[in-house]
């Protein structure tokens, strides 16, 4: 199966915006699931609402999306009904760690045998740039004019705490690494939680200085520091540079999972 | 052989769901409604089936849907304040044509309210709850009995019609226990299946689609947009919407003289009692207290969509008494449908009407 045979092409064009980061993580989720040999009739696509969760609309599977926040507690439901079907979530950090967040941090402390990918574009891109979870300190937001005042949830960080099996993180610049972590997401039993840092020029990057998409993907090539080096910057007391974020796979255990296929 | 037993009502509701074949419940713990999730968690595991105490009621009725998807007839329940948390999910189930049975033992509200009492606060919101315009049923047991079979029922109903369908108890019914007949099996419907060549949301003629559950390579998309017949989104176009929710509506609405289920006495009687649920249990011991040909009761076991042509039975009805557990909310539906006087008797605080107490109010009607 190509990567192409899993698109409803009569569905196309897509509605995302020029330059907008979710094209190249859904591509790279499909060449993720088509390198496991996984067959359309046995998988299904689950999101919630945002830019993110319009994925599974362009995806020619069994596919629900459902309402917002309330993807991954819909995607339990299917695969503790019927564990020989493969779920896949897609989500975002607005639809994740805001309004799902009691979902988010239950679903990764059942383990439900799953694979979660966060589009990661630190706003509510649909609803027209206003600041979300992940929205950075002092970044313009529709709804933070003045600068986001808040401190953000590092939502791969959070995954691993509330128990997930697999987390790791990415960009939408690592195209190869992330087809890799999704791929061992899809390996491993449990909850597999891959956040990706993706680009939305529209309605974040306008507004904070990074209009040009080249821009946004060479601030998070730029910005992206490697766990293990990460890691050891630490262990030689050496200080982060300011404005890092970690990426790379943060975790991979075998704890208790629900849903596995039996 | 069937089997007499002597139970809880809510036990007989979880026994009801597991005859009908409920596979799946989602839920999370609430009063008055706990021992239905109790009892499944002790059964479901043994019958090959799953039970899961999720994060909350919107968890829960979400993965309800979620299970539902996959083919198997699946459950929650819960009571008000949870039920308010299930609002949003459950439009979703309207709009998606999801069968499933959500199970409210309804208790004293607003709010918090009265956990342990019982209450018919609820028959608005199951009706009107969502957001945007539907319709939907509901179901009133007024016995143990009845919470087994009328939720066995309410299984078949979702899965003819494709819509949540409510099961509207109490914590007087959910909590007492009386003797009930356990059959060897219940009659089930199947959902129909998506013919070959059908669009997954396609209409037959009685504006209901053929099912097609995940993992049977028919590939359906399932959103709470406004979608077309195919299941894509298509929110913009007025006339796309129209027919939708229209559709919606009427595969419901049309069908409310097949559903309808209520029992009637004394139909040439003049002062005529309107009852759902345990009110009914009442006139049903003031009847016996007090025979009286001239005393008439339509107790309703659906009351949405509400079967007014039940109201026509009693054609010499001068007054229709209305005794609920509210301030009067299905008063107003039956206010809708006829000509003659019709009393409300309303008792919130969670004690049920007294035989005295409707003897009185018949008295000053007279």
């Known amino acids: 199966m190509n990567v192409e045979d899993w698109f409803r092409t009569d569905r196309l064009p897509h509605i ?30 689950v999101s919630g609402i945002g830019c993110s969760s319009r994925a599974p609309g362009y995806i020619e599977t069994d596919s629900l999306h459902t309402t917002h926040g309330r993807a991954l507690a819909f995607a339990t439901g299917v695969k503790m009904a019927k564990p020989d079907l493969n779920v896949v979530v897609f989500t975002g950090d607005g639809d994740l760690a805001a309004i799902g967040g009691n979902h988010f941090i239950h679903a990764c402390r059942r383990n439900v045998d799953m694979t979660v990918v966060c589009m990661n574009n630190q706003i509510y891109g649909m609803t027209g740039g206003q600041g979300s979870p992940t929205t950075p300190m002092g970044a313009q937001s529709t709804t933070t004019p003045y600068g986001s005042a808040e401190p953000t949830f590092d939502l791969a960080e959070l995954a691993v705490a509330a128990g997930a099996n697999y987390v790791a993180r990415w960009t939408a610049y690592h195209v190869k690494e992330l087809t890799r972590a999704i791929t061992a997401g899809l390996q491993t039993p449990g909850l597999s939680f ?47 540079p300011e404005g890092m974020f970690t990426v790379g796979e943060l975790v991979r255990r075998s704890r208790p999972a629900m849903g596995v296929r039996r | 052989m069937s089997k007499v037993e002597f139970m809880q009502g809510n036990t007989a509701c979880a026994e009801g769901a597991l005859a009908a074949g409920c596979r799946y419940f989602g839920g999370y713990p609430i009063t008055p409604s706990t021992e239905v999730a109790e009892h499944m968690a002790r059964k479901l595991p043994k019958v090959g089936g799953t039970f899961i105490s999720m994060e909350d009621e919107i968890g829960s009725i979400a993965s309800v849907i979620g299970a539902a998807w996959t083919g198997a007839r699946a459950m929650t329940a819960t009571s008000g304040p949870g039920f308010s948390l299930m609002m949003e999910n459950i439009g979703y189930a309207v709009m998606t044509e999801t069968p499933l049975v959500v199970v409210n033992i309804q208790r004293g509200g607003p709010s918090t309210g009265q956990p342990t009492r019982a209450a018919q606060g609820d028959m608005m919101q199951c009706r009107f709850g969502s957001h945007g315009d539907y319709s939907t049923i509901a179901i009133t047991p007024n016995s143990v009995q009845e919470m087994f079979d009328l939720t066995a029922k309410a299984f078949n109903l979702a899965d003819r019609y494709r819509v949540p369908v409510f099961l509207m108890s109490d914590e007087i019914i959910g909590h007492m226990r009386e003797k009930i007949v356990i059959p060897d099996s219940v009659e089930t419907v199947s ?6 060549g059908r669009l997954p949301f396609a209409a037959d003629p009685d504006g209901i689609p053929g099912f097609a559950p995940f993992g049977t390579g028919r ?19 007025a006339e796309a919407h129209d027919v939708l929710v229209r559709r919606l509506m009427r595969k419901v609405e049309s069908a409310r003289r097949e559903m309808a289920d209520y029992e009637v006495t004394n139909p040439d009687a003049e002062f005529v009692f309107v009852t759902y649920g345990p009110p009914s249990r009442t006139v049903q011991q003031l009847m016996h207290d007090l025979p009286d040909e001239n005393i008439g009761h339509l107790r309703l076991k659906v009351v949405w969509p509400f079967p007014e042509f039940a109201l026509k039975e009693f054609a010499d009805a001068k007054v229709f008494l209305m ?23 309303p008792k919130i605080g969670g004690e049920l009407h007294t035989p005295a107490e409707l003897a009185a109010a018949l008295e000053a009607v007279r």
């Open chain 1, 16 to 45: 995302y915006c020029t330059g907008c980061g979710n094209g190249t993580v859904i591509n790279c989720t499909l060449a993720a699931v088509t390198g496991m040999g996984w067959k359309q009739d046995d998988t299904v696509f």
């Open chain 1, 194 to 240: 891959i956040e990706v840092v993706t680009q939305c020029p529209t309605n974040y990057g306008r507004r904070n200085k990074q209009r040009k998409v080249s821009e946004m993907v060479e601030h998070m090539r730029s910005h992206a520091l490697l766990v293990e080096k990460k890691r050891r910057l630490e262990a030689e007391g050496r200080a982060i």
């Open chain 2, 191 to 196: 959902r129909r299946p998506l013919g070959d």
């Open chain 2, 219 to 237: 590939h359906v998309h399932v959103t709470g947009l406004t979608h077309n017949e195919r299941g894509y989104p298509d929110t913009t176009d």
């Open chain 2, 323 to 345: 005794p609920e557990l509210n301030m009067g909310q299905i008063a107003r539906e039956v206010e809708r449908h006829v000509d003659q006087k019709v009393v409300m008797l």
